[in-house]
């Protein structure tokens, strides 16, 4: 198991940009995928990002395409994603996950895939 730890969310202007950190201990974090997810109030929880073991290979939600990117830094154990041109609509809870991958290619989009979470770190996006 790998614990993940979020940070750098908070309140920003439509048109502005936030990057979201996520922080591995207790296992190989190497050996996992990383996915960011999102739920907003009242809603369930959705897809943003993916990214692969040694993230070469990398997918996004349509609705952030162009505007968020996923990365990974193997040797200090984070995730991040940086999000650009934020609208009031991504505002939410952000979620990091990890998923034990068994293949350098192998990540997932299902939630239900992932037993890792972090605690989760608002985006508040004001319009």
């Known amino acids: 198991q790998v614990q993940l730890v979020e940070s750098g969310g908070g309140l920003v202007q439509a048109g502005g940009s936030l990057t979201l950190s996520c922080a591995a201990s207790?296992?190989?974090?190497?050996?996992?995928?990383m996915g960011w997810f999102r739920q907003a109030p009242g809603k369930e929880r959705e897809f943003v990002a993916v990214?692969?073991?040694?993230?070469?290979?990398?997918d996004y939600a349509d609705p952030v395409k162009g505007r968020f990117t996923i990365s990974r830094d193997n040797a200090r154990n984070t995730a991040s994603l940086q999000m650009n041109s934020l609208m009031p609509e991504d505002t939410a809870v952000y979620y990091c996950?990890?998923?034990?991958?068994?293949?350098?290619?192998?990540?997932?989009?299902?939630?239900?895939?992932?037993?890792?979470w972090g605690q989760g770190t608002q985006v508040t996006v004001s319009s």
């Open positions: 996950a990890a998923a034990f991958a068994p293949r350098y290619e192998t990540m997932w989009s299902d939630s239900k895939r992932y037993n890792n």
């Open positions: 207790g296992g190989t974090f190497s050996l996992y995928a």
């Open positions: 990214i692969s073991r040694i993230g070469e290979t990398k």
